[in-house]
């Protein structure tokens, strides 16, 4: 049962999967009709019948051409359809328990189509990073909201995150939680200059250590006042990351998936999904580069890096094996 579970979810995440190609290529082209316009080839525009649609499959018995004027349709279609597969069938085998779901339990759904809309938000700006080295501002923020509102409910008492504590909930924490957020998302903005910048950050901390001060409130109580600081420590480190390579190491857009990343992995997992994100983006990184001197390619554009994908792998990476990062840090840390 939980292979045809996992099976299910492989194959619905090739379908979001080719959707969010549609997604993405609209996004960018500004085209309209998103959600109700029928696709088409992008060469000479012809709508796409049902058999041309097949994940993945489409593409194989087409020999990666379109279907009419056999234009080379681009590997990165039946890539993306994979990769989201896989994605949502670990969403399935790590997150969900499928036999609360058969058991009626519509919490348990809830978390799966929560997780399932978080994964599909993810897909979609790392592979518009991939692509475009650009994160769309709407899909991140769409993911924070999200993200935000699950907190709330981790606070009311409902299990959305596995390793973060239940309870803790107040009205002026979510309140602190909600403005120090907002202000991280005015950081950056065009009319704002760095030194200003950094003043809204030094106000975060201030209003955060104040509240934490005069509350006697401890952290690792609450999900979403511990999310809120994570997301601010990591803000920071990438904040200084752009100001003083001055904006060569990474992109402002990086830094709302800071928040994203800040609110899922809590503050107890901070460190260790910053880490992740490096380690992994260290290692590709220096892989591409090598590959590029080799080809005597290196003052190209290609040797742009997008920084997204790392930052996922981050949170991601907690998400799925937090039990087994806690023990890593009880072994050897304490």
Known sequence: MILFFLISLFVLGTLFGSFSSVVIYRLRSGESGTLSGRSHCLKCGNTLQAQHLVPIFSW???????????????????????????????????????????????????????FLTLWFLTLVYVWYDILFLEIPESILLIANIGVFGGLILQGYGYYIFPYLPLGGLTFEV??????????????????????????????????????????????????????????????????????LSGGRAMGAWDLRIAILMGLIVWVGFAFPAWMICYIIGSVIGIWVLLRQKVQKNINSVGHQIPFGPFIACGYLGVLFFAPQISQFIEWYFY
């Open 60 to 114: 194989l018995f087409q020999c990666g051409k379109c279907a009419f004027c056999k234009e080379k349709i681009p590997v990165v279609y039946p890539l993306l359809e994979l990769s989201s597969g896989i994605l949502f069938m670990t969403l399935g085998y790590f997150l969900i328990d499928p036999y609360l779901i058969l058991s009626g339990s519509w919490f348990e759904l809830f978390r799966l189509f929560f």
């Open 174 to 243: 979510i309140i602190l939680s909600g403005v120090v957020i907002g202000i991280l998302y005015t950081i950056f903005l065009a009319w704002l200059r760095e030194i200003y910048d950094g003043l809204l950050l030094l106000l975060c901390i201030f209003l955060i250590a104040w509240y934490i001060y005069f509350s006697d409130m401890w952290v690792q109580s609450s999900a979403l006042l511990s999310g809120t600081i994570a997301a601010l420590i990591i803000y920071i480190s990438f904040f200084l990351q752009i100001v």
